[in-house]
T-cell receptor, first 115, second 114 residues
């Protein structure tokens, strides 16, 4: 069965510091993995996705994530945090069930950026 | 511009009322989804549709119902709202190859049932 675990429901960093948001997955088949960002009172916006083409995936707003099969991880990073990065971040894994494509989401990590 | 729309954005309603949450997309996608999200929690799939006249229940049991009469429209209805229905409801759509396709989300509807 597929599942996603995001370590740390809240992460706080200083502006300009490294952002690291952790995501571990469980999947019985090669996974397709996604990171979404949710700003207050908005829907989810795709940051990046892994589809097995390359283990290091670059996304929007300077974010990137590295797929590590041996560690079953897909951590999200950004070298230098900006105040505008404050939001909720969700990791998700895509899978097929009953012939239908579905997404399973982690519980989310709220990122706070302070001056 | 291709987008996905949800109305209303916020809704406060009394117990027992019938409500319909609207979702429309101009993405040209065949697949649409409804998720329920409680504060600080993950999203749970409650309904999905792979095309006109096709609807399925998701992983989380819900008393709501959906319909898909037009490709671009996927409304969600609660016949009799209860406080336990208070939550945020997110609509999404996708198109393309199965497991690689990206789901695009609307802005959500925050529902408060008194």
């Amino acid at each position: 069965a597929q599942s996603v675990t995001q370590l740390g429901s809240h992460v706080s960093v200083s502006e300009g510091a490294l952002v690291l948001l952790r995501c571990n997955y469980s999947s019985s088949v090669p996974p397709y993995l996604f990171w979404y960002v949710q700003y207050p009172n908005q829907g989810l916006q795709l940051l990046l996705k892994y589809t097995s083409a390359a283990t290091l995936v670059k996304g929007i707003n300077g974010f990137e994530a590295e797929f590590k099969k041996s560690e079953t991880s897909f951590h999200l990073t950004k070298p230098s945090a900006h105040m505008s990065d404050a939001a909720e971040y969700f990791c998700a894994v895509s899978y097929i069930s009953g012939g239908y494509n579905k997404l399973i989401f982690g519980a989310g990590t709220r990122l706070a950026v302070h001056p | 511009e291709a987008d996905i729309y949800q109305t209303p954005r916020y809704l406060v309603i009394g117990t027992g009322k019938k409500i319909t949450l609207e979702c429309s997309q101009t993405m040209g996608h065949d697949k649409m989804y409804w998720y329920q999200q409680d504060p600080g929690m993950e999203l749970h799939l409650i309904h999905y549709s792979y095309g006109v006249n096709s609807t399925e229940k998701g992983d989380l049991s819900s008393e709501s119902t959906v319909s898909r009469i037009r490709t671009e429209h996927f409304p969600l209805t609660l016949e009799s709202a209860r406080p336990s229905h208070t939550s945020q409801y997110l609509c999404a759509s996708s198109g393309g190859h199965m497991t690689q396709e990206t789901q695009y989300f609307g802005p959500g509807t925050r529902l408060l049932v008194l």
